[in-house]
């Protein structure tokens, strides 16, 4: 089993920065991939970013590309997610994932974390 918790939501405004950080514990050492996805209000769940455990290699959404940026600490089992030139659009629930293998799916998921960004 893998437990993962998220922090660093809040409040800000258009334009700020904020930095997400995703804390597992449990058996991560299998962990093929870690991944962000968020929910807007009535919107589905859409894939953010996500970066793979051993390589490091990263994947991003388009709406994100060059303003957010995925990272992990492996020491720490800690997975960032900084959110450079918020726009109202960000807003959202942000969730953390975890993945075993390549075509298993994100099979564990965090608790969420609110990100609201004011125009």
């Known amino acids: 089993q893998v437990q993962l918790v998220e922090s660093g939501g809040g409040l800000v405004q258009a334009g700020d920065s904020l930095r997400l950080s995703c804390a597992a514990s449990g058996r991560t050492v299998s962990m093929y991939r870690m991944g962000w996805f968020r929910q807007a209000p009535g919107k589905e769940r859409e894939f953010v970013a996500a970066i793979r455990q051993n390589t490091g290699y990263t994947y991003y959404a388009d709406s994100v590309k060059g303003r957010f940026t995925i990272s992990r600490d492996n020491a720490k089992n800690t997975v960032y997610l900084q959110m450079n030139s918020l726009k109202f659009e960000d807003t959202a629930v942000y969730y953390c994932?975890?993945?075993?293998?390549?075509?298993?799916?994100?099979?564990?998921w965090g608790q969420g974390t609110q990100v609201t960004v004011s125009s």
């Open positions: 994932a975890a993945e075993r293998s390549p075509t298993g799916g994100y099979e564990y």
